[in-house]
């Protein structure tokens, strides 16, 4: 595990962004633990998680002209990635999308940089993979190429079928997924973490049963 996806962990759970305990997620299932990336609030925070999402795409071999980020969380981390990224020495243009059309000023529903040429979308998660589909229409209808997604974290959990929510996105649309993190790094951590010990076999037996191959 290399030592900011660690990091990424250690920091998400400082800011109580990563919990353990008993959580009941969308799908009905008991999980032992829990991520809710609107917790990271703050200036600090952002600031933070926007230099592991940096860390992350800089790391990948994913190839990209500039950044989308779909209303409304990805606004704020589209914005966020590329400041992270013009510090690393790589400035890229970004964009976002309204959810309602406007009608006077510039009007449509996209803001920022015109869409073109190879597109990384950002965002927190993925669900059930509406918001990058809703993107990628966006980005082709604007001529341009969705070229990859990059996530905080990857829960590496089935979905309704065998895969999970990411690798269903990878198969549909051809694209490849970035995530800091995922439930791999998160055991990894948790294997070396004896305050956590509590928690590793949980999170183990919670991946036997839904869990997915990388």
């Known amino acids: ?37 609107g917790l990271f609030n703050d200036g600090d925070s952002v600031l933070q998680l926007s230099r592991f999402y940096a860390k992350s795409i800089s790391s990948s071999a994913v190839e990209f002209d500039m950044i989308f980020g779909p209303a409304y969380k990805g606004i704020i981390l589209a914005a966020a990635a590329s400041m992270a990224l013009a510090e690393q020495g790589r400035n890229v243009p970004f964009a976002y ?40 229409q966006l980005i082709r209808a ?12 990857d829960r590496m959990e089935r979905g309704s079928g065998e895969l999970s929510a990411v690798q269903e996105v990878a198969r549909d649309f051809n694209l490849p997924v970035v995530a800091i993190a995922n439930l791999h790094d998160l055991l990894g951590f948790l294997e070396g973490s004896p305050e956590l010990a509590d928690n590793l076999e949980a999170v183990r037996a919670y991946r036997a049963q839904y869990g997915v191959s990388a």
């Open 1 to 37: 595990m290399s030592d900011f996806r660690q990091d990424f962990i250690r920091f998400a759970l400082s800011k109580q962004v990563l919990r353990f305990g008993a959580f009941v997620t969308k799908a009905g299932r008991t999980s032992p633990y829990f991520f809710n990336a």
């Open 142 to 153: 604007a001529g341009a190429e969705p070229a990859g997604v990059a996530i905080a974290l």
């Open 97 to 136: 999308n309204r959810k309602e059309a406007k009608d006077h000023g510039e009007g449509g529903t996209l803001v920022g940089a015109p869409l073109k040429g190879k597109v990384l979308i950002i965002d927190d998660v993925i669900s059930a993979g509406t918001s990058v589909r809703e993107s990628v």
